[in-house]
């Protein structure tokens, strides 16, 4: 633990100014009086005051003799403008100042967190190695040119920014003479990244089933024309992959509209419990085909909370149907309200089928993100059905959580936080 100091720098620094003057007077008098029996009083004194003089030349710059006179020299504007210094540091703006050097000469808070460090006194080719600031700053301090560019930093590790170069006309006459303004795009970037990605995923997912569908129709009308036998095989095929256009088509009108309303959160109170019992009979036909059997154990308290039929429905159904699709061939699913949260209602959909590698689960809820695509297919899945599921529990303040042993099965919890006590009463 560092001890306080005791004394304020300036008593310090005039302490300091009184001891190094103080030695000089008196080696001025020792000299002098040296001096004087070689010629006048007066020329001794005079002496004096020269060797005094040259020995204050030749004193080194040590910090805390000049750091003294500087504090002490300080005018109080110029330590105004230091407190000032420290606003501006704190502005929450990533930002760095240069001189004529183009050597950083400030650089806030922000822009030194950015960094990952003090830049102060280097050049600024030294803290972003990007010939493009570089040629900025050049214009700005030969021809007084503002610019702003995008750049690409590597270290500390790599990141898009934006810069604004902008010349100024000496804030300290010599001093300041470019500020250079950073906005931070990685995210921004990244978010485009993933657009584009969504896009392609997107074309790339219906071009398959359109694919299939035109290649179908080209052989019916030529080849297949007359070939009875395979007419049906061939239509059937039409007819699958047109459903999982319309499923992809649906899901992903969906998501966009999820999306869309992502930030308005439902006021409508709704008890999932009779919502979870639809979810079950709607997929009751699924189950049978594949000799699963759902039971569900809730509490017989209403468990009301707020939120949107539609979308609750649409939630408990992709759990459902992944349970039974994943689940494995004749096992149970069961559906528990899972408690241990006193604020949130946690529905537990588990199944005893194929699991999850634990490294993939954070990457389940990815739009298009499957473990086995050609079996997703082939069950009819679209690869958006836990996305949605995410969005839509974001939207009701609720999360997703996944538990998964591989081989043994998993457990999909959806939680909802439970609606306020007085709307219970509203309710009944
Ligand atoms: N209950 C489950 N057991 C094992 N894997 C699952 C389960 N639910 C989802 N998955 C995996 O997560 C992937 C994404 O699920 P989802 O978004 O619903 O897409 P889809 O079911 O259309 O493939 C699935 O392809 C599957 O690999
Ligand atoms: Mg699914």
Redesign the pocket.
């Known amino acids: 633990m560092t001890q306080p100091d005791p004394l304020p720098p300036l008593v310090k620094a005039v302490t300091a100014t009184r001891i190094r003057d103080m030695v000089l007077m008196a080696m001025a008098g020792v000299s002098g009086a040296w001096l004087a029996p070689m010629g006048s009083p007066a020329g001794g004194a005079l002496m004096a005051i020269l060797a005094a003089s040259a020995l204050r030349l030749a004193m080194p710059k040590g910090a805390w003799l000049w750091r003294a006179e500087s504090l002490i020299s300080t005018p109080t504007h110029k330590r105004a403008t230091n407190r000032n210094a420290d606003i501006l540091d704190r502005l929450p703006i990533p930002y760095l100042i240069l001189d004529a050097e183009a050597r950083v000469v400030f650089c806030s808070a922000d822009a030194t967190a950015l960094i990952a460090r003090d830049p102060l006194g280097q050049h600024i080719a030294s803290v972003f190695r990007a010939p493009a600031v570089l040629a900025a700053v050049d214009q700005a301090l030969a021809k007084g040119t503002d610019e702003s560019l995008d750049f690409t930093a590597l270290r500390p590790k790599q990141r898009h920014f934006r810069a604004s170069v902008r010349a100024v006309n000496g804030i300290e006459q010599g001093e300041a003479r470019v500020i250079l303004a950073l906005s931070d795009m990685t995210q921004m970037r990244q978010l485009d990244a993933m657009r584009m990605d969504f896009v392609a995923n997107a074309s790339h997912e219906l071009r398959t089933p359109l694919a299939a569908i035109t290649g179908m129709v080209e052989t019916l009308q030529g080849p297949a024309r007359d070939d009875t036998a395979n007419r049906d095989r061939f239509l059937k095929i039409i007819e699958r992959e047109a459903a999982r256009m319309a499923r992809l088509v649906d899901d992903l009108l969906s998501l966009s509209r999820i999306e869309l309303q992502e930030n308005i959160i439902p006021t409508d109170l709704e008890d999932l419990a009779p919502i979870l019992a639809e979810a079950i009979s709607a997929t009751t036909a699924l189950a049978t085909e594949t000799g699963n059997t759902v039971t569900v154990t809730l509490d017989t308290a209403p468990l009301i909370v707020r939120g949107d039929r539609d979308d609750l429905l649409r939630v408990f159904h ?2 459902i ?3 039974i ?3 494995g061939t004749g096992n149970p699913i069961k559906i528990t309200l899972t408690t241990g949260k006193p604020s949130h209602f946690g529905i537990a ?1 588990r ?1 005893y ?4 590698d634990p490294t993939l689960i954070p990457r ?2 990815e739009r298009f ?5 050609g ?3 082939s ?11 995410k969005h839509i529990l974001t939207r009701h303040q609720g999360y997703l959580q996944i538990e ?1 042993v591989p081989g043994q ?2 457990t ?1 919890t959806a939680w909802f936080p439970k609606a306020e006590n007085d709307a219970y009463s509203d309710l009944q």
Do not use: C, H
């Open positions: 992709n759990l149907t992944n349970a699709k994943y689940g959909i199944d089928g194929i699991g999850i389940l809820t993100f499957r473990v086995n695509k079996e997703s297919i069950r009819g899945g679209t690869g958006l059905g836990l996305a949605i599921v998964s099965g998993s999909f």
